[in-house]
Each structure stands twice: as structure tokens, then as C-alpha cells.
């Protein structure tokens, strides 16, 4: 069985509807939670072939994802989908994705190749973060660290002329998409309710990195319209900042 989840938090109806349909059109997707975190409910959500679940405040990104996985490893579902609704693939996307785990149960959470719209590549599956890296693609011209950027995002891989027949093993994995295996949520935990926003995917994908292999499988693509809201927006550069000096912290800036 594979669920799916979605936070919500202002997000445009078109946008909702697209990514339920295109998730209804999965015969492996059992369950489609929409978890709201905004103000006020939006009554077209709850004629959606999904459950819609109004929260009435902002819980963050993790705590509104645990309320759906606690419902999968509740009803004993095999994989869990997390995924934004600026999301666009194809169904057999899923289709490949669930076969490559049912071939691999080493392996306790994957991600696709994840391209822009214009087709050019986004590095999601990461290096550990150190305070340098962050702070430095935040702040410094990007020729100062280039070298540093591309190692952290393991540019070496895509350089290979056959790159993806491969598998890149990293310890972060970007919360766009994530797909999880129940049975390692179980060993690990779920989202850590300490982090508001930005951290919780680095710190579950570590966590399951410590039992599982985490895994980048590009055999596959999806299509991310990444906005990248920390860098227009002052208040969350804030919450952004402050939930990564909490994830330092928990992790003793290891």
C-alpha cells in the first residue's frame, strides 16, 4: 500500500486540484491526505478525491506531515509519499518508484531526478550541510565557494556520461518528494516536531541514513517548480535561520 500527503498553506486551488488529479491517476496511491495549515479552510478541497484535513493554524512543514504518516504506519501502509503541490510527473513515475523499492529493501528512502521546468537539473541529493556551506551560498558571490557548492551537491555524479544506470547514495534528500518506506519510519521516528520549516528533511533523510540507504534514482524524473522562499522573503530567511541553528545544535554541528 503507498499513501501520499501534501501540506498546504495558501496554496492556489488550481494547483491543489492538478496535483490530486495527477495522483489519482496512479493505481498504486491508496490514500491522498491534504493537510491545511492555512487560516481559513477552503471548501473545494473537501470535493477533491483526497481527505482534507484543516488544521486552522500553521503547524509547519513536519508536525503536518506526521499527521498523515501516523495514519500510514496506523493502517500498516508499505510506502509513504511526501510530496509538494508544485509538483508534475508522470504516472509511471510512481510505478518505477515502487517496483525499484519492493527490488531494494535496503534502501528506506529514495527520490527521483528532479529537473526545473526549463530542464536543468536541481541538486537535491545532498552532503551533510556545515554552517560554512549554508552561510556561504546564502551570503557569498557564488565564484568564491563554487568548488564547495558543487561537492556538496555532488556535481561529480552528474558528470557522468552514464549517470543514470547509477545510484547516488546521500545523506539529504530534499523534502520536495520524498518516498519513504514505512518499516524505516517505524525504526526512526517520524518528522521532528522541533524544526517549524526548512531542516526536517535533512534531519529524517540522516536519521534513516543510519539504518537505511538513502537514495537519489534517476531513472526517473519529476518536474519541481522550486521557488526558493527563503530567498525573497526576510521572515522566513528568520525561520529558516533559526531552525538550522536547531538543527546544529541537535546534531552537535556534526
Known amino acids: ?38 487560516e481559513i479552510m477552503t471548501e473545494a478541497f473537501m470535493f477533491l478525491p483526497a481527505t482534507y484535513i484543516f488544521n486552522n493554524k500553521n503547524l509547519g512543514y513536519g508536525r503536518a506531515h506526521n499527521i498523515a504518516l501516523e495514519k500510514s504506519l ?33 534502501i528506506g528512502h529514495s527520490i527521483p531526478l528532479v529537473r ?15 554552517p560554512f556551506i549554508l552561510i556561504g551560498r546564502r551570503f557569498l558571490p557564488k565564484s568564491w565557494i563554487k568548488k564547495d557548492i558543487e561537492k556538496y551537491e555532488n556535481h561529480w555524479f552528474f558528470k557522468q556520461t552514464d549517470y543514470k544506470s547509477k545510484l547516488l547514495d546521500a545523506p539529504y534528500l530534499s523534502g520536495c518528494f520524498m518516498f519513504l518506506r514505512c518499516e524505516a519510519l517505524r525504526k526512526v521516528g517520524l518528522f521532528d516536531p522541533r524544526f517549524f520549516l526548512y531542516p526536517e528533511d535533512i534531519d529524517l533523510t540522516r536519521r534513516i541514513n543510519q539504518h537505511y540507504r538513502t537514495v537519489m534514482y534517476p531513472a526517473v524524473e519529476i518536474i519541481h517548480n522550486h521557488a526558493q522562499s527563503s530567498y525573497h522573503s526576510l521572515r522566513l530567511l528568520w525561520i529558516h535561520s533559526i ?8 546534531w552537535k554541528f556534526n
Not at 498546504?8 to 493505481?27: D, F, G, N, S
Not at 531552525?243 to 541537535?250: A, R
Open 74 to 106: 496506523k493502517t500498516n501502509a508499505k510506502y509513504h509519499l511526501i510530496l509538494n503541490s508544485d509538483i508534475e510527473f508522470t504516472p509511471d513515475v510512481i510505478t518505477q518508484l515502487v517496483k525499484f523499492m519492493d527490488e531494494n529493501p535496503n
Open 243 to 250: 531552525n538550522m541553528i536547531k538543527y546544529f545544535i541537535k
Open 116 to 130: 526545473y521546468p526549463d530542464g536543468h537539473l536541481q541538486y537535491i541529493a545532498k552532503k551533510l550541510p556545515s
Open 1 to 38: 500500500m503507498l499513501n501520499a500527503s501534501i501540506v498546504l498553506y495558501h496554496t492556489p486551488a488550481a494547483e491543489v486540484q492538478k496535483i490530486v488529479r495527477l495522483l489519482r491517476a496512479c493505481p498504486e496511491i491508496n490514500e491522498i491526505w491534504l493537510i491545511d495549515n492555512s
